[in-house]
């Protein structure tokens, strides 16, 4: 467990997440007094975390004796705060409830020599910050040691011995601070920073491995309690999540989507951790280009926010969010493809489902579309022909409703191989379980008719099957 007390971070605009989390209630208001004598006139800036970012919620300036000041009107809320100078001065403190009253010495180069009254949180962080930057310069002169190419195996062997005694110093003295202090803010944000012990250290196997990765999941955020609001207002819960839901979650939309909603419900314990946690993971999701982490928000539309009142979610954001939601509902990857009745050029009736294939396209499209007269040859000729040999069908679904168009359309660009289907008096209701509101709309399924792919360009489709089919 490595933290560090000098980080150049950017600084952003002020956000205000007062009403979103605990505060410190013994007494009104808040007061910092800070004494820096070498930073006379100088600015200093006092920095919070949240959801993931840092906001500078003021400045001032160090008088002519060195001191700084910072007082509010309103108590600040329990979390992980930092003082920053420029151009590379950084220093991290906490706060917990009834903590409104803080004098602080720093001495920039010795962290042992700074001083702080009204945190005793902020002086273990400080203890406990000290010990590791101690250590950390005695690591570093010994690794500088192992550069050596004529050091002698026992001379390295002896170095290697004493860098693995530093760490386990490290260890007992942390656990020392954490027991000592056992229901402090300090101890459970220390703990929260440690990672998990997975039940192999070195797995030998695929089976260990296997265990390992399980017991990641299940266990990831053990040393985290997900409904205390304080994490909120740490520098590491966010990277935390998203580590967790991109390297331990298995990347399968059903899977990162259910790993979604389970930690929103870890989290409803607590109203102010329920809505960040929802609102973060529904935000993220709603924002990527993944393919995919549409089943994200979806899912936590369906678990959370559909049938629930949140007072946090107006009538507007619910609106909007429905009106995102009902087209892909029925669409998802990983969801069975909804059998279409279609009939080709000659009249002749097909039932998507029922063709047997490898993989089967739905490509909707609109001969008068732009992109379509483009990208649906392109299809044909780079994917289609390419493939449709090694069990690769597509079913081209005209959403137009002008038919000669359609077959002049297709004569033209000799489309002739593949299935060319309509629906002219719209029996499939396709639209209902399809979204054409952007064509082409692209579906890609597997033999069993499961969408694997969707909304993807004729580029990127050859991509996907080039590896599907060559593998």
Request: with cysteine; aromatic share 12%; glycine share 4%.
């Amino acid at each position: 467990m490595k933290y560090n007390i000098i980080l150049i971070l950017s600084l952003l605009l002020y956000f205000n997440p007062e009403a979103q989390c605990i505060v410190n209630k013994d007494t009104a208001g808040f007061h910092l007094q800070i004494e820096n004598s070498a930073r006379r006139g100088e600015k200093i800036y006092l920095g919070q975390y949240w959801n993931g970012q840092t906001y500078a919620k003021d400045s001032t300036l160090f008088s002519d004796k060195g001191v700084a000041i910072f007082n509010f009107d309103k108590e600040m809320n329990a979390g992980q705060y930092f003082l920053y100078i420029k151009p590379n001065f950084q220093i991290d403190f906490l706060l917990d409830a009834g903590q409104n009253n803080l004098k602080m010495y720093i001495d920039e180069n010795n962290l042992s020599k700074s001083t702080i009254t009204g945190s005793p949180d902020t002086e273990l962080l400080w203890k406990y910050l000290d010990m590791m930057q101690k250590a950390d310069i005695k690591k570093a002169a010994l690794e500088e040691q192992l550069t050596d190419s004529l050091l002698s195996e026992k001379k390295r062997k002896e170095i290697n011995t004493s860098l693995v005694k530093i760490e386990h110093e490290i260890q007992v003295q942390t656990d020392k601070l954490i027991k000592d202090n056992p229901n402090s803010w300090f101890t459970h944000f220390t703990k929260g920073m440690e990672m998990i012990k997975l039940p192999f250290e070195k797995p030998k196997n695929a089976d260990e491995f296997n265990q390992n990765k399980q017991y990641g999941v299940d266990h990831f955020f053990d040393n985290i309690n997900l409904q205390d609001p304080r994490f909120w207002h740490t520098n590491y819960l966010i990277s935390y999540i998203d580590a967790y839901m991109r390297n331990w979650v298995e990347q399968v939309p059903d899977s990162l989507a259910t790993a979604a909603s389970r930690l929103v419900s870890k989290a409803k314990g607590n109203a102010i951790c329920f809505e960040n946690m929802l609102s973060y993971l529904t935000n993220q999701s709603i924002k990527s280009n993944v393919m995919g982490d549409e089943n994200i928000w979806a899912k936590l539309y369906e678990d959370h926010i559909e049938n629930e009142n949140l007072p946090w979610i107006d009538s507007t954001q619910r609106a909007d969010l429905k009106k995102m939601y009902e087209p892909i509902k029925n669409n998802r990857i990983g969801m069975q493809a909804h059998n279409l009745t279609l009939k080709t050029m000659s009249g002749q009736v097909v039932e998507t489902n029922q063709i047997s294939s490898e993989y089967l396209i739905l490509y909707f499209y609109d001969p008068h579309c732009g992109h379509c007269q483009t990208s649906v040859p392109a299809v044909y000729e780079k994917l289609y022909s390419k493939y449709k040999d090694k069990g690769l069908e597509i079913v081209a679904i005209n959403i137009s409703t002008d038919e000669q168009d359609w077959k002049k359309f297709v004569d033209e660009h000799q489309l002739t191989d593949w299935f060319n289907c309509h629906d002219p008096n719209y029996k499939s209701e396709y639209w209902m379980y399809y979204n054409t509101t952007g064509i082409p709309a692209v579906y890609v399924l597997n033999k069993n008719k499961t969408i694997i792919a969707k909304s993807i360009d004729e580029k990127n489709l050859e991509k996907l099957f080039d590896f599907y089919l060559n593998k």
